[in-house]
């Protein structure tokens, strides 16, 4: 079973413009991950954020996380063509194991 | 780059058939978990091996097994393959087990195809 429910399951953008994908998740967490995976290949870790962080920035990347709503954010700014991917979040419970959604597949339209 | 290396990177099996997937972690991890990826879904957890010991288990039947070797590199054993194995299979290699700041490094995962 997965934990993590991305929204949307798809998003379609053209180059430049902002990309936000959403997690949900059930239960509570050590931390939450995002990762990058581009055409069905090895996962590209992007940025974590801790329970007890709200908000995190890595270049072009923006990490918001709502503990009480079990929620994340991640917004990817002037978006690129190779931002083309599906993203992924995962939750650590502190089981020794990462629990991902099944996925955001975004698109970057030239 | 993570520097976690899997072999091989494609696979063709037959139902009942047994395979053995191969991971070198990155360098200076202790510890290495296993993921199955079906198509169009995330990674789910297989198991995770700590200094050579198993330190969790996902949902997965018996005949998934593994081994951790001294030098931190890993294996991924399925026996009685069935057609529902096919998957992208990843590890990930991190330090110290897991705890607050589980940070894992994939590979670039196993494609296995079972007909």
């Known amino acids: 079973s997965q934990q993590g429910e991305e929204d949307p399951q798809a998003l379609s953008i053209q180059e430049g413009e902002n990309a936000t994908m959403n997690c949900s998740y059930k239960t509570s967490i050590n931390n939450l991950q995002w990762y990058r995976q581009n055409s069905g290949r090895g996962l590209v870790h992007l940025i974590l954020?801790?329970?007890?962080?709200r908000e995190k920035h890595s270049g072009r990347l923006r990490v918001t996380l709502d503990t009480s709503k079990k929620s994340s954010s991640l917004l990817i700014t002037a978006s690129r063509a190779a931002d083309t991917a599906s993203y992924f979040c995962a939750t650590d419970a502190g089981a020794q194991k990462l629990v991902f959604g099944q996925g955001t597949r975004l698109t970057i339209n030239p | 780059e993570t520097g976690v290396t899997q072999s091989p990177t494609h696979l063709i099996k037959t139902r009942g058939q047994q395979v053995t997937l191969r991971c070198s972690s990155q360098s200076g991890h202790n510890t290495v978990s296993w993921y199955q990826q079906a198509l169009g879904q995330g990674p789910q957890f297989i198991f995770q091996y700590y200094r050579e010991e198993e330190n969790g288990r996902g949902n997965f039947p018996p005949r998934f097994s593994g081994l951790q070797f001294p030098n931190y590199s890993s294996e991924l054993n399925v026996n009685a393959l069935e057609l529902d194995d096919s998957a992208l299979y990843l590890c990930a290699s991190s330090l110290e087990g897991g705890g607050a700041y589980n940070e894992q490094f994939f590979g670039p995962g196993t494609r296995l195809t079972v007909l």
């Open positions: 954020i801790r329970s007890n962080e």
